[in-house]
């Protein structure tokens, strides 16, 4: 079974920066897409951010030049940068690995964006 561990949430400014980590337990080069999700309280989980096998990067439109996604293969990790923090990007944010129909879940970091 592979399991997701995220870190990095914390306490920011607004206008601060954070970088999120996704360890995974299995090499992510055998999974489809890597991706970051949110879910603030009150509202569903929404994607912000995912990167292909192949490298390729797919972002929501409200973290575009925002947030970058990257991936190192050799230490099984996904990041995500996120720079210019809004009170609005306030949410637990989780880790989503997907291989084929297989769908697996971190257990989500608290980012709060607060002044």
């Known amino acids: 079974q592979v399991q997701l561990v995220e870190s990095g949430g914390g306490l920011v400014q607004p206008g601060g920066s954070l970088r999120l980590s996704c360890a995974s337990s299995?090499?992510?080069?055998?999974?489809?897409?890597m991706s970051w999700y949110r879910q603030a309280p009150g509202k569903q989980r929404e994607l912000v951010a995912s990167?292909?096998?192949?490298?390729?990067?797919n972002y929501a439109d409200s973290v575009k030049g925002r947030f970058t996604i990257s991936r190192d293969n050799a230490k099984n990790t996904v990041y995500l940068q996120m720079d210019s923090l809004k009170l609005e990007d306030t949410a637990v944010y989780y880790c989503?690995?997907?291989?084929?129909?297989?769908?697996?879940w971190g257990q989500g970091t608290q980012v709060t964006v607060s002044s």
């Open positions: 989503k690995r997907q291989v084929g129909p297989a769908t697996t």
């Open positions: 299995r090499s992510i080069l055998t999974s489809s897409s």
């Open positions: 990167i292909t096998s192949g490298g390729s990067t």
